[in-house]
């Protein structure tokens, strides 16, 4: 992987966060990664996180933020 695009989105009640990775060498990477990241100024609620990588569903859980 040379890097990793991070984008998130936030309505009402849910959290998208859309992973890719951008590899310049290889056609199709699925390599395993690990990311640590933070989203600012969430309002108080309760969220359905849905993290999506190479357009499918990665992982998905309601959250409750304070």
Do not use: A, M, R, W
Request: net charge negative; hydrophobic share 35%; charged share 20%.
């Amino acid at each position: 992987i040379d890097s990793l695009s991070v984008v998130s989105e936030i309505d009402t009640q849910t959290i998208n966060v859309n992973i890719s990775e951008i590899c310049e060498n290889q056609t199709n990477c699925f390599c395993p990664i690990d990311v640590n990241y933070s989203i600012d100024n969430i309002k108080v609620g309760s969220y359905e996180l849905i993290i999506i990588k190479h357009g499918l569903v990665f992982y998905q859980e309601e959250i409750t933020c304070e």
